[in-house]
Every structure is written in structure tokens, then in C-alpha cells.
């Protein structure tokens, strides 16, 4: 039994009707392509060139009328590991990055353990140093594949269980996460994400990905910021509340402290001293 599954003994909940994940024909939709997308499909978020979900059913709202909201940590919550760590691996194998790069991501790295103040942009645009200039569906498909053959087995069963559960009870999956967007768009097509909110690369008028983020990652503090922008445009800015979070990092403190029942998923040291301070759950995944 999940620890939501217990928690919603006690709960009332309008359930929804059974939903479905679909892939889009040839995948247009994932690789960039215009177009319309069929009815009740959604993209990731706002403009995204991600993956998308098909809802059956709408979103149950709780007794007081609000969206029960469950947010999800990506890297090291529901997947072992670091997307972006693998990926700057799986680069390196293809010889993909220049020495001087793949040195400048290991500086960033060393102090980033060291918990030293970082420029979090810097260092993605370093890695997306390896799509610069290439076609945002070129670059989206090889990101897909990545994520399939090294990812998806990663992703944590304990953490599917946990999203299902949401699900099936009529809350809002949310997925928050500092990775690259077309790895999260790629989870969403075969794990039980609705909604997700991850670092999105610019792409020039020439539709190609270039070594800028557009806007901030998403770390840290702004993962609050991204999840309450996202949930007021979908279900009113008095229509949700964050009733779940999930992390494991310390950068997902912010995320966590904004949520009614916080949950610190294998967590790190700094994490685990603020999870026993709070009282927050620790889960062993």
C-alpha cells in the first residue's frame, strides 16, 4: 500500500474518469512540428515542444472546490540518478562535448557538491553546447532516445506507484524539474505525468535549439514560482492547493515547505536534517 493510499482512507475525493496516454501520430507533436493537436490533448506546458497527454476526464476538486495538487521532484525522486549528469556522459561516449567544455562542466560540478553558490544557466548552456544550431525535432528525438535507453529503466517503481495512486484519486501529477524539457516531455508519454514544468532551451527564428535557457531553470526556489504560475492558469489562482511534494535534494526545500505533506525521497544529508526538523516524511525508494 502507497503512503497515499492510506492517506485517502480518511479523504474525500470526486474521483475522474479513467484517463489514457497516447503518442501522437509520427510524433509530430513531440519533434516540433506546427499543427493542431487532436482534441483534449495538451502540450507541457505553455508553447512546449514536448511530449502530451490526453485527458479523458477533468481534474477532481476536493470538497472545498480546490485541484489537490501532488508536485514531483524528477533527478533523484523519481528517477536514480541525474538526467543531466547522464546525459553529459552519454555526450562524452558520442564525442559530443570538447575537452575544455566537458572541464568546465566538472569544475561546476565539484563545487556544485561543495554547495557553493553556482550559475545554474551557465552550466546547461554548456551542455546544450552539443545541439547548438541543430533543428529543435532533430535535437528532440535524439534527447527521446537518450531517454530510452538510458532513463526509463531508471525511473523508480515506488514512484510510479505513488503518481498512479494520485491519479486514479483525481489529484493533478505534477512534474518540477531542473533537467532539459524533452526528457521530461519523453517520461511523460509512459509514466503517469499530467502536467510537467522543466528548463526549456531557446530556439532561434531559424527553429534551432541554441546554448541559452530561456528564462531560469528550474531550481531551487523558482520551482515554487513555475508550479504556482502553472496551477493558477489551469485552475484558477483560488482553485488548488499544493497538498503533496516530493524531492530529495536540498534545492527542493523551497517545494516542499510550500506543500501541506511533504515527503523527503532518499534524501541528502542537508535534507535530512531539514525533513527531521520539520517532521516531514522520509521515503526510502
Partial sequence: MTNLTAQLEDERVIMPQASTYVRIPDDAAFRGETGPLPAG??????????????????????????????????????IQGNSPVMLVRYLVRRRMLSPSVVARILSWAFAYKTRLPQNEAWVRGLVFRAFAGRPVAEVNGFLRDFYDQVIDRRFRADAEAEMAAHEEAGHAVVCVSATFEPIIAAAMERRPIQYAIATRMRVDFQGNYTDEVEGEP?????????????????????????????????????????????????????LTRTANAQGYDILEW
Fill in 41 to 78: 490533448v495538451r502540450r507541457v506546458t505553455p508553447d512546449a515542444l514536448g511530449a502530451v497527454r490526453l485527458m479523458d476526464g477533468p481534474i477532481a476538486r476536493n470538497a472545498e472546490g480546490k485541484v489537490q495538487v501532488a508536485a514531483f521532484d524528477f533527478d533523484g525522486t523519481c
Fill in 218 to 270: 528550474i531550481e531551487g526556489s523558482e520551482k515554487v514560482v513555475v508550479l504556482r504560475r502553472l496551477c493558477d492558469e489551469l485552475f484558477g489562482a483560488d482553485g488548488w492547493e499544493l497538498a503533496w511534494a516530493y524531492g530529495d535534494h536540498h534545492s527542493d526545500r523551497a517545494m516542499l515547505a510550500a506543500a501541506k505533506s511533504a515527503y523527503a525521497v532518499t534524501p541528502d544529508r542537508p
